[in-house]
């Protein structure tokens, strides 16, 4: 048990940077919509993986950063029809998953766990692959971070100075995919979007600078995490969705908060 | 020094043309401004000299290269309507950006400096530390003069400046321009513009009419305004 609860803490802190890096990002590009849309996306990597018989964090990958480019390309070459394609990558996606599943003999209980996730079910592998996701973000934001959020206010600024806004736009996207792979396990297709939005929005309204909204917003989903650990352990309720309300209360009060 | 140069420039969107034929040059440090009905051409026009559009016949200069060659000697002021006003980033953060370059991903100690000295120049310095939602309009359009300024530009660029602002501060921002010592390029809608201390003024719609000297002088450019029929001129610039 104590193994369950350690990993799980692990995954928490591991899960955390990627909170605060590209949660915080996806909140002032105003990609929650995309990043639903590669989330719920990804069940057509878990569907092929499970089919072919695969790494499930391979394929997955692979099958999301492909949804990343053809995101990217879609919100930049049409940006007026944005929300209309987002929604279809997003159904399109999970009806690939759906299809690949259906083909593959025998009951795909495993799959299911990727809808909903559970931290507690981390294994060592996982988080191996959570930390390398979680250096490459790192890196991006050190040496990016400027960049960002350049692009995050004036795009079309930043082309002028010479810098190729679309390209880094991608770049930022396929991050995201990659961050929404490392989290499938943990955290679940579904929920993914409520624990990378809500500590961001909140930390949002409390600071002038991006760097200190990207601490706040860590230390935020570190919180709801542990403590949502701490709470499906004592009354033996499901982590995952304890932690999306606790985190969904902490908006609510948030947002009271003049 | 020429500055920017157009020859025979056409531009056509789908099947229709929306510039044809646009001729116009203009000197070093030499100011214009870009005049015309909506949906003229006036903002196709500044995408083009930006390098964001590329015509379909005739040639484009700006310091004898091409915009897309030449981007770096480029100050962009965009119209700051199109921006979050909720992303948390100071005044001082987004001045910096205009240091952003090819290659360059931090900020040095010149970088900083010379943001500091540009908004003390526009007299902005006390806002340095606020967001930029807690700023009226005219103060956020001199931030993104200043961020534009900052990158020490031979050339500038503005997309309606005076733009949702109330009458003292386009008159701040008009005073401001009217002695930037560098190239300057104002598109706008405004006509205060005309009653400034212009190089040129190009009226675009489709085609453009070129105006030379100073700014109009009524009735000494009554031609000006008779000839090219342009209504709010003479309702308001001319008096006709």
Redesign the interface.
Same mark, same amino acid.
């Given at each position: 048990m104590w193994d369950l609860i350690n990993n799980s803490v692990y995954a928490s802190i591991l899960l955390s940077v990627a909170i605060a890096i590209i949660g915080s990002l996806i909140v *002032?590009n105003?990609t929650t919509a995309i990043t639903g849309s590669i989330a719920h996306g990804s069940f057509g990597g878990i569907g092929i993986a499970m089919f072919l018989g695969s790494g499930i964090i391979l394929t997955t990958s692979v099958f999301t950063i492909v949804l990343a480019i053809i995101l990217a390309f879609i919100t930049i070459k049409f940006p007026h029809r944005q929300d209309s394609l987002i929604g279809v990558i997003w159904a399109v996606g999970m009806s690939i998953g759906i299809i690949f599943l259906s083909l593959t003999p025998g009951y795909q209980s495993d799959a299911l766990s990727y809808l909903f996730g559970n931290i507690l079910l981390v294994g060592n592998q996982d988080l191996i692959f959570m930390g390398s996701i979680d250096i490459l973000i790192l890196i991006s934001i050190i040496?990016?971070y400027?960049?960002f959020?350049?692009m995050?206010?004036?795009r079309?600024?930043?082309?002028?100075?010479? *810098?190729n806004a679309n390209m880094l736009y991608t770049y930022f996207l396929i991050l995201t995919s990659l961050t929404i792979v490392m989290s499938v396990r943990a955290i679940g297709i579904i929920l993914i979007l409520a624990l990378f939005t809500i500590p961001g929005l909140i930390?949002?309204r409390f600071?002038?600078?991006?760097f200190?909204?990207m601490i706040i917003s860590g230390m935020l989903g570190l919180i709801f995490m542990i403590s949502g650990i701490i709470l499906s352990f004592y009354y033996n309720i499901s982590p995952t969705p304890t932690i999306v309300i606790i985190a969904g209360i902490a908006l609510i009060l948030s947002l009271l908060k003049k | 020094m020429t500055a920017v140069e157009i020859k025979n420039l056409y531009f056509k969107y789908d099947k229709e043309w929306i510039l044809e034929d646009i001729n116009f040059s203009l000197k070093d440090k030499e100011f214009m401004a870009i005049i015309g009905p909506n949906g003229g051409g006036k903002t196709t026009l500044l995408k083009i000299l930006l390098g964001f559009l590329t015509p379909n016949k005739g040639e484009i200069k700006l310091y004898g290269k091409t915009p897309k060659e030449n981007r770096k000697i480029i100050g962009y002021v965009p119209q700051h309507t199109n921006f979050s006003l909720d992303l948390p980033i100071t005044v001082f953060d987004i001045v910096l950006q205009g240091r952003l370059k090819k290659g360059k991903f931090f900020y040095n100690q010149k970088d900083k400096q010379k943001a500091k000295e540009t908004l003390e120049y526009l007299k902005i310095d006390n806002l340095q530390n606020k967001k930029i939602k807690d700023l009226s309009g005219g103060q956020r359009q001199k931030v993104l003069i200043a961020r534009s300024l900052v990158s020490e530009p031979k050339i500038l660029m503005m997309d309606e400046p005076t733009s949702a602002i109330d009458p003292t501060g386009q008159k701040e921002i008009l005073d401001l321009i009217e002695n930037f010592e560098v190239t300057r390029i104002v598109v706008s809608h405004d006509i205060k513009i005309l009653l400034r201390d212009v190089d040129k003024i190009a009226y675009i719609h489709k085609k453009a009419v070129i105006h030379e000297g100073p700014k109009l002088n009524i009735p000494k450019d009554r031609h000006f305004c008779e000839v090219e029929l342009i209504d709010f001129l003479k309702d308001e610039s001319c008096g006709i």
């Open positions: *002032i105003k040496f990016l400027h960049r959020l350049a995050s206010y004036d079309e600024f930043l082309n002028i100075r010479g *810098i930390a949002e600071t002038k600078k991006f200190s909204m | -």
